[in-house]
């Protein structure tokens, strides 16, 4: 960025609308070359890109892989499957009463979008949403999170060398290139980050009703009930809490639930498989992340200093400072008004908190605001049922957790304080995408009853054109299955 940021970016956005009005975006060629690119990108710098996620969080290259690379390889290819379907228009039935009249439902991309993109899996949290937006066939500008550098000037530097450089931009830097960026008019911005700056972002989307998606977080609770099998649950939790980015993930597990009388059992069998997978040092294990920066570090060093959370401790609770290393740590009961429980942990920290039954746990998360996943592991059906019916949450996973990030069949995105909109899959092109409705009438057949001078005869006549509506649809039907009714 030259000295006079505003300008650039007012520069930037400008030729990017240009480009835009151009149309090139719109086709299904473009559209397919872009993720066809993406695919190259992936292929041909898996090691580069495990470099900088090394640099940045320490991730280890098959966790870089599982976490990252593999996952926007499965997002591009399926949407490059999938677009020229996703693109196709909608037929749309029309009322009988508008006959004749054929009605359709046609994408049209937004226009110039902007992607913000976070820390903890900088590569994926920039290129998934990228994968949609240009899937729908707009023009973008992604702005990665200052906070994994190694990633930012990765991206910077690759991403004119794949993809379009007249559509794609990456804008680099913090809260004043932000604050730059915001001056701008966008036609969609996708955020992902916290509540705080996701405020920001919503106050400054509002000054010209810019439509935002918030992929934000919070605190996501697993209820652990007496699952099927108690070591596979507790080997997935294990794995999940502090194998991936070492718990700095939206969609970790926050705390867990579990009955006073099973809690010893739990906590012992986490013990094992942490010592399984982290080994007995585990300051020395490959297999876990750096915590992101000092800020970050502090942030969690300090949700163990209170006195009554320290002394809950019953696993782990060293760190080292030069290193950015905490151990993974368990708590047991935690004072419930500490931060460690009323804060998103965001890193290698499990809390966990007995209840005297385990039906307690729907009121203990409906208590608190909406979290972006909730897990239970349990084998009752019935207690299934009550979590889905009785709590709000962006999704549930039972009996496992965070895979429900990678597929593509399903939206991901919160309620509530824990974000609105989705992306995934097809729901990524949805997010960027307008769909337009188009009605085709025909100027051969008219209604005089819908114009005055008004009369009985016309308000009956209206009253039963509207009711034709329930028969013509039957109609549509019989008519449909004897083959009478072609698709226009
Ligand atoms: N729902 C999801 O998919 C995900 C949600 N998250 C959430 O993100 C948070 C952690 O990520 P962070 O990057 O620390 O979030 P953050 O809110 O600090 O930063 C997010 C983005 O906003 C930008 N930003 C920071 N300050 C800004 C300001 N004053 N004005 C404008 N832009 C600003 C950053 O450069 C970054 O690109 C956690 O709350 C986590 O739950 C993280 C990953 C995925
Ligand atoms: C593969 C898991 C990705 C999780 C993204 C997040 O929770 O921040």
């Known amino acids: 960025m030259n000295n006079n940021i505003g300008v650039e970016v007012e520069e930037t956005v400008r030729d990017l609308r240009q480009y835009f009005k ?3 975006t719109r086709s299904v060629t473009w559209r397919k070359n872009q993720l066809k690119a993406l695919l190259n990108l992936i292929h041909e710098n898996e090691d580069a890109i495990s ?3 090394y640099q940045d969080l320490g991730k280890h290259p098959v966790e870089a892989y599982r976490d990252e690379i593999g996952g ?8 490059l499957d999938c677009v020229e379907k996703w693109m ?10 508008f006959f004749p009249a054929k009605g359709e439902l046609l994408p049209e991309p937004l226009g110039v979008v902007l992607i913000f993109s976070s820390w903890n899996f900088p590569i994926m949290m920039a290129l998934d949403p990228i994968i949609g937006a240009i899937s729908a066939g707009n023009v973008v500008v992604i702005k990665p999170s200052e ?9 910077a530097n690759i991403l004119p060398h794949y993809l379009d450089p007249n559509a794609i931009k990456v804008v680099e830097g913090g809260g004043d290139v932000c604050e730059q960026v915001f001056l701008q008019k966008w036609d969609k911005i996708f955020f992902t980050g916290s509540p705080r700056v996701a405020s920001i972002v919503m106050s400054s989307a509002a000054r010209n009703l810019t439509p935002v998606t918030l992929e934000l977080g919070g605190k996501c609770p697993a209820i652990f009930d007496y699952p099927s099998d108690f070591k596979m649950a507790v080997k997935r939790i294990v794995g999940a809490k502090w194998g991936v980015c070492s718990g700095q993930a939206c969609i970790a597990i926050d705390y867990l639930l579990v009955e006073e009388k099973y809690s010893s059992e739990l906590i012992e069998l986490l013990k094992k498989f942490m010592r399984k997978f982290y080994g007995d040092n585990m300051m020395e294990s490959k297999a876990l992340s750096r915590i992101i920066n000092k800020h970050h570090f502090e942030r969690l060093r300090n949700l163990l200093k209170d006195p009554l959370v320290a002394a809950s401790i019953v696993h782990g609770g060293s760190v080292d400072e030069t290193n950015l290393f905490i151990e993974p740590t368990i708590l047991l009961d935690p004072p419930l008004d500490a931060e460690i429980m009323t804060e998103e ?26 979290p972006l996943a909730i897990y239970a592991f349990t084998k009752d059906a019935t207690f299934k049922k009550k979590i889905v019916s009785e709590t709000s949450s962006g999704s549930v996973t039972f009996n496992d957790t965070l895979v429900q990030f990678l597929c593509d069949t399903l939206p991901f995105g919160g309620v509530g304080q824990s974000g609105f909109g989705r992306y995934h899959g097809k729901y990524s092109f949805d997010t960027f995408s307008h769909e337009k409705a188009v009605l085709h009438r025909h100027l051969c057949l008219e209604i005089e009853p ?4 008004w009369s009985k005869f016309k308000l009956e006549f209206l009253r039963l054109a509207y ?3 329930y028969f013509g649809l039957v109609l549509h039907m019989v008519l449909h299955m004897l083959g009478l009714k072609r698709h226009n």
């Open 88 to 97: 196709a228009p909608k037929k749309s039935n029309i009322p009988l009463v």
């Open 450 to 453: 819908r114009y005055p001078p």
């Open 345 to 370: 942990i965001f890193g290698p920290l499990l809390p966990v908190i007995t209840v005297n039954k385990i039906q307690e746990s729907i009121e203990f998360i409906n208590s608190r605001p909406k």
């Open 72 to 79: 926007v390889e499965k997002s591009a290819q399926n949407s």
């Open 22 to 24: 151009t149309g090139k």
């Open 147 to 155: 906070q994994a550098p190694a990633c930012s000037s990765f991206l």
């Open 51 to 53: 470099k900088a996620l």
């Open 467 to 469: 009711r034709l509506n």
